[in-house]
């Protein structure tokens, strides 16, 4: 692509500072076409960085702001950020410039700058514009004022994984956004993270069955990541009930939810976020669903799931306990009363075994065993249990039988060991506990005496052809009868839904006695009916039951606000890495396997209901999670967290740089100033000691837009200080580093000082300095009333070393006074740099301009005395900090000179 | 004017989501409910976006479809926004004045985000009082000036003399107007100039020569300005002397009159003394090949920072360093001191050539105001006794010949520019610029620009920069040909008006005039100079100054709207 509108008429500015935006808008002004190149996302460049501006205070940012926005909406400039220039050919009048437009990732015709997708993203990176002291996400807006105000990514590498976690679970929750949290501590916001698909984080972080880990690529190198086992720690080592509750519009429709299981109450969380009001309806006395009532409280505690569903209810929920539709609600009044309804009244009924004797006192139905021992009602078991199937519940029913005292338990099941449907670790924790497991075997028979039963006959199995499920059939042997002493049975062979009410609403049902819904939209053949959750599928897993609730709860949102119920997108299958991709992956990532969860001993353990599984502490998970492969990136982990946040749908994963051609027909570098590196200079202990500063970090701290919101506060203890030193000349006027004065630090630091006073008045401020440079406009009287009205004090000396107080961490100067002679100490409670400042143009840059610079890296000019803004190369300007040190005054005046010299230039003057 | 269609209102308005934004917080379909049951409010729809391609089209549309002749968007801040929107309603046919900004991010969703029913709320009444201010807006025009495409530039010295090179090397037509009878300013009594020690008649020279040569620049010796009148694209210029070549018009002016050093009264028996000069008489000397002495003893900062004359001038202390320099160069045997407070030498020449003034062998010796040097001596200066402080006594420097080095002070031709056009001074006598830190080389009125040491004390390499800034700035109408002024201006009600000219004085752009109507005294608004700042509205005490766009009737509409 090549622009040549106007061709000799156009102008290339290289900078957007204030020097380069001043150079832009006068020449804009002139009637002439400007590109403004800036490397940066936005214009703005040091000033914008600083809190105010001497020798009259001004706001940076308030006087800068309008000159930036006049610079965006000026209709001769182009402002071309996150661009850089890669080529320069041609002579003056007819330059051809190469400029590469560095990928932001978001389409900025489309981006708002509203920030959602900032506040969204879950990695966490320190913040160059706050010179590293705070902290910004992958995805940012370069400050708070950027103009253009458009979000960039920071995408330095491609994730080395494929993220089939994401794609494997369900509810597609973000996997590498919060194990990247988990990572790095950030417990509330990955709790935040997890909840926005799945409203159970720590209750599902114990019970999941976790897809996500079979999927995890990590599994094809090492070990899997322990994904179920990190989702819990946010909260195990945050709390929960801190979680603030969002204010929403309300919109005024009222949904009706039938069953407070993880389906309806997922749905309910989501409709009442939507500013819907929503009322549950549950039969049991307790809300939960299979939460509650269906896992026993050794896996999931109660106070746990209570946290989750309360705050569920701070959102404005209510849940009726106790009350079953259909029984103490007429459906037909929820019709007339509701807007919308959703059922998701989950499968709690229990199958019978159609085995002689089954109705002898001792059989039990294994979920309402679980049930009422859950609902702490009255359960008689004996000392010698057989647990008839293969399935979690058997498994959670041997458990709870094991803890109410039976002394024998086995579990009884009629396939082999790789049939059973239970979690292997289930399977493992219940033999650990000294659960037996018969298998291949199956009841036959119960016997009784005195009407309790004592006696179980069971058949072998052998494994045949494989049946409708897939797995093989299996078949009795013939003649392989036996009888176990037994005085319970409890039957889990799985479960049915009760729904009857949801005939009477009209709502059909499927042969299996589900009910019938578009299984896109949750939506059943009844208008404002939906349905989700066990009731549908028949019975599945927790997370399978919230990826319902939410799915019917988009769906109930569109219908109640009159937009059509559209598809959810279609998740895509889990990706598996190809050989290859393992290969590479384990060239870059060191082999390291999972971190074991600790577990309660067995032996007591048992004794009671207490958690089994003790969680991760936060070093375990932080070790653990470190091992998920999109964590272990720089910069964009490319888990999509902004994608789906973006309401005009900006971001482009895929955006590639782009180059493009312009001819201008004179260019004006204005780069600015960079900072130079301190730490070098030893003697102040720069990046050693946390209580000493530079004077950029300075200025952010006190910026109110900053960090810490304009509170300076020293690093080693938060403490405000009250007396603060500033060192001048550090790495400039100094042989062994900087020959020259790089001009504004005398007043920099003058005007610092004043700021922390007036931060926080009564700070006394003491600047070492050799010589007090104050050569502009009022800044004399500046230095006077600074001396006057705020607490400064002037020490010419230069210290020469630095110390900390280990009693509280204040710094110890020792300088000599020049003044009189003598070697003195100063002890402060913080010390402030005044770094020496370079010229920010690289020795590439100056290559492709073809222009030189001088030894200390400043531009080269063709006569310092007639021609001051003339770079070596006839038609390039320079101005600002990049030509000579100067202040923002001096800058903007050359930045002008250097727009006249171009106008002069491109218009036949020479 | 009246547009006949303008009087019966169409108003559109649209409400902005701005995404969740505002969404979030304030109920926009209630408000936009209750937005159309105003009165004369015929269209309100709301958008995800307002500013989006979608939202600026469906204001286009709504424009369209519904006749709408007022506009009301809804949504975030005039400041970023406003541009926009305007623009939107242009494209669309309607006068963009005709359009009015409700702010309900900052002042709605965001600053009630606990309160979402309150946020609404007042939502509504912010819509109502923005549609009771559209329902009177009227259309207004940017009157467009014409601009002469020729420049003033006032002073001849370098710095004058390379801005009006830099306008004549654009095209256009410049009066150089010099008081002297030659062109070059005070570096015409320098010697050399930092950092390179050049001789200053090799710059100002051929300087000089360029500048009678270009065909674009008429100069004007010996004359002064006499009076200017008009405005930015017309300023009636007439010079001091008689005829048409002294009778011009120009469309913008660049003030570049330098300044003078102090003349010493007396310190260091300065006057009483024959060897005790300044630094400007040693340069004239020097000028000349005459010795400068064996025993140089200079002395800084005489008569700056002081308290009756607190600033730095910026430029002295290099002044000193260089002639210490040309002297140890030329005779290395002198022994040159430098007496000297803070020492001036910013960046990256002046460190390096005052590092090298040391290597020469030139001796800085540091005082304070509180202890002064002493001159010694009988009739003429013999020694000058300073306290030295690393060898904590006072020494005695043999002298024969002591250099005050004396700061540059403001021009007597300051106060006439001041009063010829109309600028102001700044408390130590210099011109004052529009901003200190941003525009430093403008005035707070249209068309005339500064530059050079009228402003400031500046070296003559900065002088040169600001010369071409001056230029650039003043370039910018001359090549577009013609000016915008502002059309939110201020209007005066003349039956209203008393003519006490409390506005005359208080208008920052001295854009009012009291002027007669047969008996009576009235002030008059000159449109094109007028910013709409408001304050002369403000203090009239008849009440017969308006703003355009904020009349008494409109903003009092909004506020019955308010409270209705």
Redesign the interface.
Known sequence: MSKSENGRKAVLVIGGGIAGIQASLDLANMGFKVYLVEKSPSIGGRMAQLDKTFPTNDCAMCILAPKMIEANSHHNIELLTCSEVEKVSGEIGKFKVKIRRKASFVDWEKCTGCGLCVEGCPVIVPNEFDQGIGSRKAIYLYFAQAVPKKCVIDKREDRPCKAACMDACPAHTNVPGYIKLIAEGQYKAAYKLIRETNPFPASVGRVCYAPCQEACNRGQMDEPLCIRDLKRVPGDQWNIEELEVPVVAKTGKKVAIVGAGPAGLSAANDLALKGHSVTVFEALPEPGGMLRVGIPEYRLPRKVLGQEIGYIQKLGVEIKTGVRVGKDVAPAKLKKDYDAIFVGIGAHGGMKLGVEGEDISGVMEGIEFLRDVSLGRKVNVGKKVAVIGGGNTAIDCARTAKRLGAKEVTIVYRRSRAEMPASKEEVTAAEHEGIKIELLTTPTRFFGESKKLVRMECVRMKLGEPDASGRPRPIPVKGSEFAIAVDTVIAALGQVSETDFVKELGVSLSKRGTVEVDVKTGATNVEGVFAGGDVVTGPAFVIDAVAEGKKAARSIHQYLMGQPIGDEEPGKEPDKLSEEEVEEVKARVPARNKVEMREEPVDERTEDFREVALGYSPEEATEEAMRCLAGCIEGCIQCHECERRCEPKAIVYDMKDETITLDVGAIVVASGLGLYDVSSLTEYGYGRIQNVITAMEFERLTAASGPTMGVLRRASDGRIPENIAFIQCVGSRDFRNKNYCSSVCCMHATKEAMLAFEHHPGTKSAIFYMDMRAVGKRFQEYIARAKKEYNVTYIRGRPGRIEVNPENGNLVIWYEETVSGEVKCFETELVVLAQAMVPQITKELARILGIELDEDGFVKVRDKLVQPLDTTRPGIFACGYVHSPRDIPDSVTQASGAAGRAAEAITGGK | MEDKSLSHPRIGVFVCH????IG????VPDVVEYAKQLPNVVHAERN??T???EGISAIKKGIKEHNLNRVVVASCTP??HE?LFRAACEEAGLNKYLFEFVNIRDQCSWVH?????KA?EKASDLIRMGVAKARLLQPLEEIEMKVAPAALVIGGGVVGMEAAL?LA???FDVHLVEKESELGGLLRSVNK?F??N?EAVK?VKP?AEKVKKHLKIKTHLSSKVKQVTGFIGSFNVTLDGKGKDNEFTVGTIVVAVGAEPLRPTGQYSYGKMPNVITQLELEERMKKGEAAGQNVVMINCVGA?IPER???S?ICCMTAIKNAFLIKESNPKAKVWILHR???????????YY?KAMELGVRFIRY?LERLPEVIGNGKVEKVRVYH??L?REIELACDTLVLTTPLVPAADNQDISKVLKVSL?EFG?LLEA???????EFAMDGIYICGSA??PTD???G??????????A??PL??GFVKAEAINAFVNEDECSGCGVCEVLCPYQAIEIQSRGEKRVSHINEAVCKGCGTCGAACPSGAISMHHFTDEQILAQVEALFS
């Open positions: 701005c995404g969740i934004n979030a917080y304030v109920k995800l976006f500013c989006s391609e400041r970023t541009p985000m606990r309160e979402p029913e609404t830099n090397n654009q095209g100039l950092p390179a050049q710059l300087l920072r607190t600033y730095c910026r803070d020492l001036m030498t910013y960046g990256v020449d002046f460190e390096n590092r304070s402080e690393l904590r700044d210099f901003h200190l830190k941003l525009r430093p080389v402003r400031w003559v390499t900065e040169i920069s600001q010369a071409y800034a001056a230029a650039s700035k370039a910018g090549r577009m």
